[in-house]
Nanobody, 118 residues
Framework: QVQLVESGGGLVQAGASLRLSCAAS????????MGWFRQAPGKEREFVTR????????YYADFVNGRFTISRDNAKKMVYLQMNSLEPDDTAVYYC???????????WGQGTQVTVSS
């Protein structure tokens, strides 16, 4: 079992930065691919980024366009999403997820709201 708790969301102006954190519990954290998804009002949940179990490979959605960076610290059981140059279209609830086998996510956090004003 893995429990995930996101934090770090908030209200910012366009162009600002935010760093989201995802704290995991459970003994097997280091075997999971970890990812971030987001869901904007009235839209379906979409993939943002994911990182391999040992942190050596990361993938990003096209819309990220070099603005976001995912990282993880297996010793601390933490995953981070550094978001720079935020845009109003980045407004969404951001979810952390753990996947043993891509693309199936086994565990989800409760989400953290990110709101970007223009």
């Amino acid at each position: 079992q893995v429990q995930l708790v996101e934090s770090g969301g908030g209200l910012v102006q366009a162009g600002a930065s935010l760093r989201l954190s995802c704290a995991a519990s459970g003994r097997t954290f280091s075997i999971y691919n970890m990812g971030w998804f987001r869901q904007a009002p009235g839209k379906e949940r979409e993939f943002v980024t994911r990182i391999s179990p040992n942190g050596d490979i990361a993938y990003y959605a096209d819309f990220v366009n070099g603005r976001f960076t995912i990282s993880r610290d297996n010793a601390k059981k933490m995953v981070y999403l550094q978001m720079n140059s935020l845009e109003p279209d980045d407004t969404a609830v951001y979810y952390c997820a753990a996947a043993r086998n891509i693309p199936n996510c086994d565990y989800w956090g409760q989400g953290t709201q990110v709101t970007v004003s223009s």
